[in-house]
C-alpha cells in the first residue's frame, strides 16, 4: 500500500519550498510561517523515539522470531561498532544469510530430487550440443549416444539394475 493510502500527497512547505518562489517574493506572514516551520524540522537530541510496544504491535509475530536471532548478536555488538553500522551489518547479514539458505536449497533440489527415470516430476536438466566450428578440434562433432536407446535414457543404463554382482 502506498504510504499515502491512495490520496494524494500534500506538500507542506507550501509555495515557499522552492528557491525561486521564495526569489520572487515573500509577504511577512510567509517569511513568518518558514521560519516556524524551519524550526519545526529541527529534531530532538532524543528524536527519533524507538518504542519497543509500538513496534511489537506493528510486526508480526512470525517476523519477530526470524529476526530475533540476529537483533540479539547485533544489540550487543551495537556498542562497538555503532548504530548506523550495525544496523547496516545486520541488513547485510541477514540478506547473505537467506541467499546462502537458497543457493543450499536449489543444490539439495538439484542433487537430490532431480527428474530421473525414476520420478516422474522434477525438473529436467538438458545439456545442448557444444559449438564446434570447421578449423576447431572435434570438428565435426560426434555424439556420445551410440544407440537410439540412449537418447531417452534419463540414466536408466545406470541404475543399479544392470550391475551383475
Given amino acids: 500500500m502506498a504510504q499515502t493510502a491512495g490520496v494524494k500527497p500534500i506538500a507542506i512547505a507550501g509555495r515557499v519550498a522552492s528557491e525561486r518562489e521564495r526569489c520572487l517574493g515573500m509577504t511577512d506572514a510567509e517569511r513568518a510561517w518558514r521560519k516556524q516551520w524551519l524550526k519545526d524540522q529541527v529534531l530532538a537530541s532524543n528524536e ?13 509475530p512470525i517476523r519477530r522470531f526470524y529476526r530475533k536471532p540476529l537483533d540479539v548478536l547485533f544489540n550487543k555488538l551495537t556498542p562497538m561498532l555503532g548504530v548506523q553500522r ?8 541477514g540478506k547473505l544469510g537467506l541467499a546462502a539458505v537458497g543457493v543450499l536449497a536449489i543444490h539439495y533440489y538439484f542433487k537430490y530430487s532431480g527428474n530421473d527415470w525414476t520420478k516422474k516430476g522434477g525438473w529436467r536438466v538438458t545439456r545442448t550440443k557444444p559449438m564446434v566450428l570447421p578449423g576447431q578440434p572435434g570438428f565435426p562433432y560426434k555424439s556420445q549416444r551410440t544407440k537410439d536407446s540412449d537418447f531417452a535414457d534419463r540414466g536408466y543404463s545406470n541404475s543399479l539394475i544392470f550391475d551383475s554382482k
Fill in 48 to 60: 527519533p523515539v524507538h518504542v519497543e510496544e509500538y513496534w511489537k504491535e506493528r510486526t508480526n
Fill in 86 to 93: 550495525a544496523a547496516d551489518y545486520r541488513y547485510i547479514t
